[in-house]
């Protein structure tokens, strides 16, 4: 028996489980024992790298089931800027914009 580790990532954060699978499973017959089915355009990754559902599991891998992104990465750290007051570094780039190439 092999001991794998579940982890669901949504909105409310993450839910990791581990689950004992026999050797040799594969991550879709993995996700099956778990009872869980994936909703449309939610993805599957093994270690954070995508996998196919037919990759092979070895003790002690890990499975993340993620939700679809909802907003821009870039545009979230920019709001979460501009609501916590420090436009400035948001606006003036990463050297604080004195500098001009020629």
């Known amino acids: ?21 026999p050797a040799g499973t594969l991550l879709g017959e993995a996700l099956e024992l778990a009872a ?6 939610w993805g599957v ?20 089931v993620a939700a679809p992104i909802l907003i821009d990465p870039k545009e979230r750290r920019r ?5 916590q007051g420090d436009v400035r570094q948001v606006t003036c780039g990463r050297h604080g914009g004195k500098h001009r190439l020629a």
């Open 36 to 41: 869980i089915t994936l909703p449309e355009g």
């Open 45 to 64: 990754s093994l270690w954070g790298e995508k996998r196919d559902l037919r990759t092979l599991l070895t003790d002690g891998d890990r499975i993340e």
């Open 79 to 83: 709001r979460r800027a501009e609501l």
């Open 1 to 21: 028996m092999d001991r794998i580790a579940i982890v669901t990532i949504d909105e409310k954060g993450a839910t990791p489980r581990t689950l004992e699978v």
